[in-house]
């Protein structure tokens, strides 16, 4: 058994007098789905709220980032103005979180123009200090319309597939990365004439000059706090080398680079979104009379990230390189950031209609936020990416919030109303556990709990929570009060006031779960909902009286669930476009080879590694050099999967990998094994990986 009181003590000597919370600012360019919320927001959320449980100092900002290219696209598609855009949106977003519980102290938006000043002030510093690099590139300009061109406003054929309507940045036909060099025959979308390419400066982040920085701060000083793919994707980038970035652009909509002569031209929406957090606490402060500069600017305050996968770079690199050169902010101390959460076998994707939004879920389910919390946090993807699936969901409401927690309470305030009138008599003084081994078992799950949030592993804390509802089963069914209340009734109110103090507790454990959830309980054993600490010990005086029972929950039909998965194949039908569909070919499968015997399938030593590092292997287009823990040891693999994969997204995958292949020198590289792959009949590769995550070295047989 772990020894969680040495991790406790631990990390009491790790208190902070304050702490910044913030979740990552969502594109105000269209609606937001689960996979956002599982991703970011409800681990920030379950996190802020423990800690105010536990009485720290916390303020959770959020806001809606409103500049940049995608904005301006959007405003095209739906033939209006990039502000009617923002303003549209931020409502929307901002209406779904508030609705679904996530207690922000404040959501703040990037075109206030509190955020405009603070991010002008922000560029001013380092500019002032000599902290940019000025270069002078060619870029895309239309003569038409007399301006410079963003890649999604250039539009030509895909190289790759042939695609007549791919943008300077990506196909969205064969989702092929590109840059607007590439395209063939590329116009303008903004006035349909031919880009000419013009000279332009801009000023630029040298991230190379801060490269013995990162690999101190962070190779150094946060290899064993960060999470593995957190880590290994920074590692990556930082071993790759990195290069200055570009913090302008050429662009009408954003906000204008506070230097004389830099007409046209806008802060870079990487630069100035991360800002927003900024600017956000500056407004909350502003709102409660308090002052935000110790929330950025004291080594007493603990800065907290909470993102998705492909926002590490900017925030675990490019935002503390900022924060750095400007000199007087802190450091984040952790970043935390989840996987993808795929959905019914496939990866969310709005455009694709292959995703559940918000603001979907809310219409159809107004009544079960909780059970969504709970159900994204049960499956919340902290180490690789998870799926959502409507028949999961329901299961795990139906067997777990209904048969486990809802059940536990509801046997036990209708057995208090049916033999006690609903009244705890303890003329002793005032009620707590009677039972010693309750009593230890439950201040064990407090310590797990614990150590599970503060290193944040909210779907073991959820867990922890959870056991107190069977604990509270168990015990029930084991003391069965229904039964001795016949011939000896003080021993059933013994019991039964053991499992309402077990209740008490669950109250108060379930609160950044599930607040609605928890009130209810709180309203049930007649105390003020909101009021009860992690701190606080559960007492009930004599005479207290309870509460009428309420169900906590409502069971899910199995028809319910049939209308969302009908749902959710129509919105993607009717978005597929037609130029996309293809004829499908029947294609004969690989014919299987030899028989091999026993000893040689046996000689072969294939055991599960996770990847830690990755990165292209230099002029090559298929070859990615992989750093792969395999549990005996840390080796590099060479494998020909580039085209498949981004060497980023990859980090923290867990592989199957033949250990004792020969070594064998590619490119200059000594790949020490093969990884294991799957390949359907169109090339399409997937890695052969375990279910669920195993420990490095587990052995495949």
């Known amino acids: ?351 694709r209609g292959w995703s559940i939004e918000m603001h979907e879920y809310l219409n159809d389910f107004p009544d079960k936020i909780d059970e969504l919390r709970y159900y994204l946090t049960a499956i919340a993807p902290e180490t690789s990416d998870s799926e959502f699936t409507w028949k999961d969901y329901q299961a795990r409401v139906n067997n777990e919030l209904v048969a486990i927690l809802g059940n536990f309470i509801n046997r036990v305030m209708v057995l208090m109303h049916k033999f006690f009138d609903g009244k705890v008599n303890s003329p002793s003084g005032d009620l707590t556990f009677t039972d010693e081994s309750l009593n230890t078992a439950v201040s064990q799950i407090y310590d797990e709990l614990e150590v599970s949030f503060e290193t944040y592993k909210f779907r073991q804390a959820q867990q922890n929570v959870m056991e107190l509802a069977r604990l509270g089963n168990r015990y029930l069914t084991e003391q069965e009060p229904w039964k001795t209340f016949k011939n000896d009734p003080e021993e059933a109110r013994k019991a039964l006031h053991n499992c309402l103090v077990l209740i008490g507790h669950l109250a108060t454990c379930l609160q950044p779960f599930l607040p609605t959830t928890s009130a209810k309980i709180f309203d049930m054993i007649n105390w003020p909902a909101g009021t009860v600490t992690f701190d606080q010990e559960i007492k009930f005086a004599d005479g207290h009286q309870l509460n009428p029972a309420s169900l906590l929950f409502a069971k899910i039909e199995d028809d319910v669930i049939q209308t969302q998965i009908d749902k959710l194949k129509a919105k993607a039908d009717s978005l597929a476009a037609p130029e996309v569909a293809e004829e499908v070919v029947e294609t004969a499968l690989t014919p299987a080879k030899e028989n091999i015997n026993y000893d040689q399938f046996a000689a072969m030593d294939i055991r599960v590694g996770t990847i830690v590092a990755a990165e292209k292997v230099a002029k090559t287009k298929k070859l990615l050099k992989l750093t792969i823990d395999t549990g005996i040891d840390t080796r590099t693999v060479v494998s020909g999967i580039a085209e498949h994969f981004e060497a980023e997204a990859i980090i923290g995958k867990q592989v199957s990998i033949l250990v004792n292949l020969e070594p064998r020198e590619l490119k200059g590289i000594l790949s020490q094994g093969m990884i294991l792959m799957a390949e359907n009949a169109e090339g399409k590769l997937e890695f052969v990986a375990p279910a669920s995550t195993m420990p490095p070295g587990s052995g495949i047989k």
């Open 1 to 351: 058994m772990p020894n969680y009181n040495k991790a406790l003590k631990t990390l009491e000597t790790q208190k902070y007098k304050r702490y910044t919370i913030t979740a990552a600012l969502p594109y105000a360019n269209g609606p937001k789905h689960i996979g956002h919320l599982a991703g970011a927001y409800i681990p920030a959320d379950l996190y802020a709220r423990y800690l105010r449980l536990k009485k720290r100092d916390v303020v959770f900002v959020c806001g809606s980032d409103e500049h940049g290219t995608a904005i301006a696209n959007q405003a095209m598609k739906e033939h209006t103005t990039p502000q009617a855009i923002i303003d549209k949106y931020h409502t929307l977003i901002k209406d779904c979180f508030e609705k679904l519980n996530i207690s922000l102290d404040i959501y703040h938006r990037t075109s206030s123009q509190l955020h405009h000043e603070t991010a002008q002030e922000f560029f001013t510093d380092l500019n002032s200090k000599g902290d940019f690099v000025e270069k002078v590139s060619e870029q895309y300009f239309d003569e038409e319309a007399n301006t410079f061109l963003a890649d999604r406003y250039i539009i030509g054929t895909c190289p790759n597939c042939g695609n007549d309507h791919a943008y300077g940045d990506q196909c969205e036909r064969c989702g092929t990365s590109l840059s607007p060099e590439e395209l063939i025959n590329p116009h303008s979308a903004l006035s349909g004439a031919k880009p000419i390419l013009k000279p332009t400066k801009h000023w630029y982040l040298p991230l190379n000059e801060y490269e013995p920085f990162l690999k101190e701060w962070i190779l150094e000083g946060h290899a064993k706090d960060w999470k593995t793919n957190v880590y290994g994707q920074c590692k990556s980038w930082i071993d790759g080398g990195l290069h200055p970035r570009a913090v302008t652009r050429d662009l009408d909509w954003g906000i204008k680079v506070p230097v004389a002569g830099a007409d046209g031209k806008v802060l870079y929406v990487w630069f100035d979104a991360p800002i927003g957090y900024i600017s956000a606490t500056k407004q909350w402060a502003i709102d409660n009379n308090k002052d935000w500069e110790p929330y950025w600017k004291d080594k007493d305050t603990k800065l907290v990230h909470f993102i998705g996968k492909d926002n590490i770079v900017f925030h675990c690199i490019v935002f503390p390189v900022m924060l750095k050169a400007q000199g007087t902010f802190i450091l984040p101390e952790n970043v935390p950031a989840n996987e993808f959460m795929n959905l019914e076998g496939d990866k969310m994707s709005t455009s």
